[in-house]
């Protein structure tokens, strides 16, 4: 069958590992399309919706290992989704909360070596979710874990669980060794 229109407009597509494609887009929030049947659906923000998407605007998508789906949005933060329960949990910035993003505006997320997250930002620099959920924020502020610019455009595994991210405004691309956190 053929695609909604509003796939048109992507931003993001992902395959995962059951063969389900999934379609971010800019606008008018996420589609899953399964072969295997034929029929696709649509994930779209709602007030009204608890554990619903957090925006319709997705900048990036991506499959951990244990199958779940992690969705960068340009607004309103990072998107976690069990596709078993169809609920999505949102990670966002907050003024309350240490332990958060430093940014909603996200662009890019990467799985690593070791299949930890990290998270792009727009304009804030990068942050790392480890095992315990808690946040790690790279940005340009002149401390040991400081980049060159704050907004990042792709991330990549280096040698030895290190990584490299590439920065726009000037920032070109920065190597972070994890063992010294800079």
Not at 24 to 44: I, M
Not at 48 to 74: C, M, R, V, Y
Not at 144 to 158: C, E, F
Request: aromatic share 12%; glycine share 10%.
């Amino acid at each position: 069958p053929s695609p909604p229109v509003s796939v048109l407009f992507e931003s993001r597509i992902l395959e995962d590992r059951k063969g389900v494609l999934w379609c971010a887009t800019r606008g008018v929030g996420l589609q899953k399309y399964q072969s295997f049947n034929g029929t696709w659906k649509r994930y779209q923000y709602s007030a009204n919706l608890k554990n619903g998407l957090s925006s319709n605007f997705i900048n990036d998508i991506i499959e951990d290992k244990q199958g779940n789906i992690w969705i960068a949005t340009g607004r309103s933060g990072l998107d976690f989704f069990d596709p078993i329960s169809e609920k999505f949990t949102n990670f966002s910035k907050s003024r309350i909360k240490k332990n958060c993003l430093i940014s909603n505006a996200l662009n890019r997320l990467f799985i690593d070596k070791e299949k930890e997250l990290w998270i792009g930002t727009w304009h804030n620099g990068l942050d790392y979710l480890n095992r315990n959920s808690d946040f790690l924020h790279y940005s340009m502020d002149g401390t040991a874990m400081s980049l060159s610019s704050n907004k990042v455009m792709g991330i990549a595994d280096a040698e030895k669980g290190n990584l490299w991210v590439g920065l726009d405004d000037g920032g070109g691309l920065e190597y972070i060794d994890r063992e010294r956190n800079k």
